[in-house]
């Protein structure tokens, strides 16, 4: 079983979430179980490394936005087949905006190139190379499935996942002749999303298979609240939905392995986690003798993740007697926010807004608890590692987050399964109220110690879910 997925961030070589961690894993995940990945991805620059390596596959003269090669290079275990478009892809900024944060004014032409790309090597453009399935990751990869379609192509079959469904790559209708879509299929069944081509909406309407990344977020997205307006064109296809959960990368997410830690561990030497505590205190001047837990936040700063009403929470944590690390980036206004709460808290308050893969696994390896009260998330990667590294979680109810976490109830307590702590709703006194229950559970060890064990068994790896991707595919390829 050959099956080619198309995305637009794959670790650990361009990253700017979760949805690069799962491209990454994932197909070393289903390698012993027969499938054999290929991930196509444009050649940004950290790839460029790669090129000479590289072998050429495919040469195509009129993509949008020009002319464009396909490389195929093996890395990192990875099979790679890469999109090299420097008129689209090589320039200094992020992989879709400007250095000021700006999003590229050719978004719309770089991912429609990529898609056409995927679209033309399933179709036949590398020599001896068809895949079975055409695997589109999120709104950057859905129009794939329908070039596809358009050009009346039924093999390879074509799946979409939605990884974030908040982003689905909206742009004017315009748009449409520049990319080569057929016009008649600009309507509220097909492209058109309020008079605007939606590229998620494309995927969405014309794969033959739609995944998402958890079961409840599966259930979450049929409905106005968290469908961001594409709950309708779901319902009509509920039938080929299905949530299937992330997994994560156990060997690089390994506590026992891993070599930013300033010292490892595992379940059975739970009491090292005090030196990355130790580490963690040293680097951002919190003061060594609290005798409360260290919480930590490992996020994109933005709306989605409930940060700013974690905001309000954080003079009730300090005062009884916690601390707080925040490794993130994003919204200026929470940016700032967090700064202000450092400069508040001195000691006890920690602050590092930047991109920094080393430290988001010391803080995982030395913070008692994490932090993530979503108003909405698909899966959720922080609280998974968090499970792993015996950092319990503290999560809203929602999506992927509620699907992996456990809460310390009085039943769960006493069958010994408690994992973590849900937050009831996403505001500051919920919050405080979740923060106070982890406080308690803190302060007896034992209780704390057998609920990090508890949460270090629990199965995180790609075993369960790379084991439903096959079936899906192989229920597709027939
Ligand atoms: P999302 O994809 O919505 O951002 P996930 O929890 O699925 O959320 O994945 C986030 C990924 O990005 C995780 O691997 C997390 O460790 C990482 N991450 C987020 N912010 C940072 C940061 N500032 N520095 C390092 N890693 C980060
Ligand atoms: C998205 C979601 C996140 C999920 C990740 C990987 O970025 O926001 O919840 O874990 O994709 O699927």
């Not at 449409?176 to 494309?202: A, I, V």
């Not at 954080?314 to 994003?330: D, F, K, M, T, Y």
């Not at 399964?417 to 009831?424: L, Q």
Request: charged fraction near 20%; aromatic fraction near 8%.
């Amino acid at each position: 079983m050959k099956v080619l997925m198309v995305a637009s961030e794959c670790a650990p070589f361009v990253k700017t979430g979760g949805l690069a961690d799962v491209v990454g894993a994932l197909p070393g995940a289903l390698a012993p179980l027969g499938v054999e990945a290929h991930v196509l991805l444009p050649a940004y620059p950290p790839l460029f490394p790669l090129l000479p390596r590289g072998k050429d596959v495919a040469q195509f003269d009129d993509l949008p936005g020009g002319p464009g090669r396909l490389v195929a290079v093996d890395a990192q275990g990875l099979k790679l087949i890469l999109l090299d478009m420097p008129q689209l892809f090589d320039r200094p900024g992020g992989l879709y905006s400007d250095e000021h944060g700006q999003d590229f004014t050719d978004n719309a032409i770089r991912f429609g190139a990529l898609a056409q790309a995927a679209a033309r090597a399933a179709m036949g453009a590398i020599d001896g190379f068809s895949p079975d399935v055409l695997h589109a990751h999120d709104w950057q990869a859905a129009l794939a499935p329908v070039y596809l379609r358009m050009a009346g192509v039924t093999q390879p079959k074509t799946i979409t996942t939605i990884h974030n469904i908040a982003f689905q790559g909206r742009f004017g209708a315009d748009e449409m002749g520049r990319l080569g879509l057929n016009t008649d299929w600009f309507h509220p069944e097909g492209l058109e999303f309020y008079g605007d081509l939606s590229f998620l909406k494309g995927g969405l309407a014309y794969s033959d298979k739609i995944t998402t990344v958890s079961p409840t977020y599966a259930r979450e997205i049929l409905t106005p609240e968290f469908g961001m307006g594409l709950e309708g064109v779901l319902q009509n296809r509920a039938q080929y939905l299905s949530g299937l959960l992330n997994g994560i990368d156990t060997e690089i997410w390994n506590p026992a392995k891993d070599d930013a830690l300033a010292r490892r561990f595992d379940a059975r030497s739970l009491n090292r986690k005090a030196e990355n505590r130790a580490a963690i205190s040293e680097r951002f001047d919190l003061s060594a003798d609290s005798k409360g837990p260290l919480f930590c936040v490992i996020s994109r700063l933005t709306e989605q993740k409930g940060l700013d009403a974690l905001l309000g929470a954080v003079p009730h944590l300090v005062e009884r007697g916690a601390q707080l690390v925040v490794l993130g980036s994003g919204a200026p206004e929470l940016e700032e926010g967090f700064r202000a709460a450092a400069a508040q808290y001195p000691g006890n308050v920690g602050v590092f807004i930047g991109y920094d893969e080393p430290l988001s696994h010391l803080l995982q390896g030395g913070s008692d608890a994490i932090l993530i009260p979503s108003r909405f998330e698909p899966c959720g990667l922080t609280q998974l590692y968090g499970l792993r590294y015996g950092t319990l979680p503290v999560v809203a109810r929602t999506g992927g987050l509620a699907d992996t976490v456990i809460d310390a109830n009085v039943a769960a307590f006493q069958a010994g399964v408690a994992t973590g702590f849900m937050i009831d709703a996403v505001n500051y006194e919920a919050i405080e109220v979740a923060i106070g229950r982890v406080i308690t559970a803190y302060s007896d060890t034992k209780l704390w110690r057998g609920m990090q064990r508890a949460a270090m068994r629990h199965d995180v790896d790609w075993a369960g879910s790379a084991g439903a991707y096959v079936a899906l595919y192989e229920s597709l390829a027939g």
